[in-house]
């Protein structure tokens, strides 16, 4: 049912500072052998669990590009050591701050085939709102960089509803996307978490409401699709052929194996993750048992966030029956509202339905 390929994850939770509107897990780095050390070990763990074909690796944070190229290097051979590996899309989370400290030709001589670039806007004014630590010039020297090393699979991350952002910004950033042939772009609207910084001012931000939220994504969308990049997830644009492989693995109900701390896996119809502490990890890094995966119900949640949406035929296949009719009856009452379509290959959310995702993905 989870099909014989895997993913890895490699979680790399430090950065340098904390971006005052982002609540993942982060340190700054330190113990920075011991830590490859203990993803080594984790790696040789999770190695005699599984003789499955791992087909993507995935270095995310944090910032994995403070790990110098010697320690990525390491881990990717580590993996190879430990696990069947095939024809991998290896992919790399980059801080453009970063840019003169990574030896991306190397990083490719170790297999690196794709870079996701955080740049989240190319105007100087929205990066500094946003407390990032590097300016437009240092996403143009990283493409520079990457452009010299052959690396060409890279996906650019674009923050939506930022204070001051117009959607004149906007359109500026997809147009740097199409001139710099960017082949992937990850668009998500800013959301304000508790225990942030943001949270704390919210008041004094001047933040867009639903409503020109829900304005700003669309126009995002319409902007993107305009430039030849395909809406294959709500959040995520592409040119043809380069879709995260990574990523939809996680959307396909696919196997993956997520080391380091605050990583998550999904092994063998069951959920895993390690704890939100390096300290834990370092010392004692256990594996915690998160819960079963309720398969069906899981992957039909998933698959509405895709284009796609659940395809009778990729059900059958997966699960040996047809979509159960509930869902189909369930989804048909938001045809009429033109937020769901429905046919006989399966049920898909519309451009306008993916606004309301999270409410109709429930609900069907
Ligand atoms: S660099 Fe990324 S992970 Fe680190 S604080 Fe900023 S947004 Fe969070």
Redesign the pocket.
């Known amino acids: 049912m989870y099909g014989n390929n895997l993913g890895i994850y490699i979680h790399v939770p430090f950065?340098i500072?904390?971006?005052p509107?982002?609540d993942?897990y982060?340190v700054v780095p330190e113990n920075l052998e011991s830590y490859t050390h203990s993803i080594c070990r984790e790696i040789e763990k999770w190695g005699r669990k599984s003789d499955k074909i791992v087909n993507t690796i995935y270095f995310g944070?944090?910032?994995p590009s403070l790990l110098s190229c010697n320690v990525i290097g390491k881990i990717i051979e580590c993996i190879h050591e430990n696990f069947n590996v095939l024809n991998p899309e290896i992919t790399m989370e980059v801080?453009p701050a970063d840019y003169a400290f990574v030896d991306f030709k190397e990083l490719k001589n170790f297999g690196l085939s794709r870079v996701s670039l955080?740049a989240q806007s190319v105007c100087d004014e929205e990066l500094k709102k946003l407390?990032?630590?590097h300016k437009k010039n240092d996403i143009v020297m990283t493409l520079d960089s990457l452009r010299k090393a052959n690396i060409d699979n890279i996906s650019l991350d674009l923050m939506l509803g930022i204070p001051v952002q117009t959607i004149d910004s906007i359109e500026t950033f997809i147009n740097f996307c199409k001139i710099n042939e960017i082949k992937h772009v990850s668009a998500y609207l800013l959301k304000i978490e508790k225990g942030t910084k943001f949270y704390a001012n919210r008041e004094k931000l001047s933040l867009p409401n639903d409503d020109e939220s829900a304005d700003i994504y669309e126009y995002t969308v319409r902007c993107l699709e305009n430039k030849g990049y395909f809406q294959y997830e709500i959040s995520n644009f592409s040119m043809p052929g380069f879709e995260s492989r990574h990523n939809l693995k996680y959307w396909n109900l696919e196997e993956y194996i997520g080391i380091g701390p605050s990583a998550h896996s999904l092994f063998e119809g069951k959920r895993f993750y390690y704890k939100n502490s390096l300290r834990d990890f370092l010392i004692n890094p256990e594996i915690c048992f998160e819960g079963n995966c309720d398969s069906r119900e899981e992957y039909c949640m998933l698959r509405l966030r895709l284009a796609d949406g659940i395809n009778a035929n990729l059900y059958k296949k997966k699960f040996g029956t047809d979509i159960p009719e509930i869902y189909f009856q369930r989804a048909k009452k938001y045809i009429s509202a033109g937020l769901v379509d429905v046919d006989k290959n399966g049920i898909y959310l519309t451009k306008k339905g993916f606004l309301l995702s999270n409410t109709i993905i429930g609900e069907i």
């Open positions: 950065c500072s904390k971006c509107y982002c993942f982060s944070g944090g910032t801080n955080g407390g990032r630590r």
